[in-house]
Nanobody, 124 residues
Framework: VQLQAFGGGFVQAGGCLRL?????????????TGWFRQAPGREREFVAA????????EYADSVKGRSTISRDNAKNTVYLLMNSLKPEDTAVYYC??????????????????WGQGTQVTVSS
């Protein structure tokens, strides 16, 4: 499965962006999908994840209440809508997919497939 993340850009604080993660195969619908991000000089961290069906989601505390992850399996695409963006949200955002157990969504090593990343820059 090949993943392509896009939708990043330059936005002012308080603005919003919607990131997309498009998959090359329909088997994507059978995979848990997550978003991670890596800011300059920092380790990559978990942002959000969504179950295969889209019924269950999980968010990092840093984005909870400001972000919504969703998926459209008919389009093999997962979205991350981020509102009220802050300068500390500046990072490269990666999507990942795999048969991840429900208690392991925050663990990067559990994901088999990764997109190339899309840059999000939030100015103050």
């Amino acid at each position: 499965v090949q993943l392509q993340a896009f939708g990043g850009g330059f936005v002012q604080a308080g603005g919003c962006l919607r990131l997309s993660c498009a998959a090359s195969e329909r088997t994507f619908s059978s995979a848990v999908t997550g978003w991670f991000r890596q800011a300059p000089g920092r380790e990559r961290e978990f942002v959000a994840a969504i179950s295969r069906s889209g019924d269950h989601t999980e968010y990092a505390d840093s984005v909870k209440g400001r972000s919504t992850i969703s998926r459209d399996n008919a389009k093999n695409t997962v979205y991350l809508l981020m509102n009220s963006l802050k300068p500390e949200d500046t990072a490269v955002y990666y999507c990942a997919a795999g048969p991840v157990g429900v208690l392991l969504w925050r663990l990067q090593r559990e994901y088999d497939y990764w997109g190339q990343g899309t840059q999000v820059t939030v100015s103050s």
